[in-house]
């Protein structure tokens, strides 16, 4: 069974803080998904990376693909409110069975003002 | 806007009691996922479906079937209700190729009483 280790699964940090949260699997991914998830609603996806070491930028937020594909971060400089909210990390397995993706745990972010 | 949509946001129903959950997706995709979350298990996998007609157990089916009678429904199925399905259920969508990127829908809170 193939799992995604995601890392730390609670965060509570100050509105300006760095933090980085970590998603690590023994096994190969073709692509790699970052999704957000707010109480009481569907997780929304923020990003997907495909390519081993790529890293991609969604305004304070930095992504990153682990050059075997096995693991990924997600990074968040000066961490406000409004981040606050569940980090999912999901990836696609190599032999992908009807778009199945594996999750990891989660991590629930809360920024304090 | 792309749309995955559930019939429903909250639902309380009594044991033994069976449950039908709606979705509804408008972006012709081929995959269609139930999953349900519990805190500190993340998202767990119940049934898919790649194709109408088409469906496969994820991991904890136990409990549950599914329906897909038409590329845009997916309905989930308690034959019986327990209090141990109380959870949150999600629905996802995605195509077949590329890098299989879950669309969710907002969620259905079910309560079994």
């Known amino acids: 069974t193939q799992l995604l280790e995601q890392s730390p699964q609670f965060l509570s940090i100050q509105e300006g803080e760095n933090l980085t949260v970590y998603c690590n699997s023994s096994s190969v991914f073709s692509s790699l998904q970052w999704y957000r998830q707010e109480p009481g609603e569907g997780p929304v996806l923020l990003v997907t990376?495909?390519?081993?070491?790529e890293v991609k930028k969604l305004k304070r937020l930095t992504f990153q693909f682990g050059d075997a594909r096995k693991d990924s971060s997600l990074h968040i400089t000066a961490a406000q409110p409004g981040d606050t909210g569940l980090y999912l990390c999901?990836?696609?397995?190599?032999?992908?069975?009807?778009?199945?993706?594996?999750f990891g745990q989660g991590t629930e972010l809360s920024v304090k003002p | 806007d792309v749309k995955v949509t559930q019939s429903s946001r909250y639902l309380v129903k009594r044991t033994g009691e069976k449950v039908f959950l709606e979705c509804v997706q408008d972006?012709?995709?081929?995959?269609m996922f139930w999953y349900r979350q519990d805190p500190g298990l993340g998202l767990r996998l119940i049934y898919f479906?790649?194709?109408?007609?088409?469906?496969e157990k994820g991991d904890i089916p136990e409990g549950y079937s599914v329906s897909r009678e038409k590329k845009e429904r997916f309905s989930l199925i308690l034959e019986s209700a327990s209090t141990n399905q109380t959870s949150m259920y999600l629905c996802?969508?995605?195509?077949?190729?590329?890098?299989?990127?879950?669309?969710f829908g907002q969620g259905t809170r079910l309560t079994v009483v």
């Open positions: 972006m012709d995709h081929e995959n």
């Open positions: 999901a990836g696609a397995p190599i032999y992908n069975q009807g778009g199945k993706l594996i």
């Open positions: 996802a969508s995605s195509l077949q190729q590329g890098a299989v990127e879950a669309f």
């Open positions: 479906s790649y194709d109408v007609k088409m469906k």
């Open positions: 990376v495909v390519t081993g070491g």
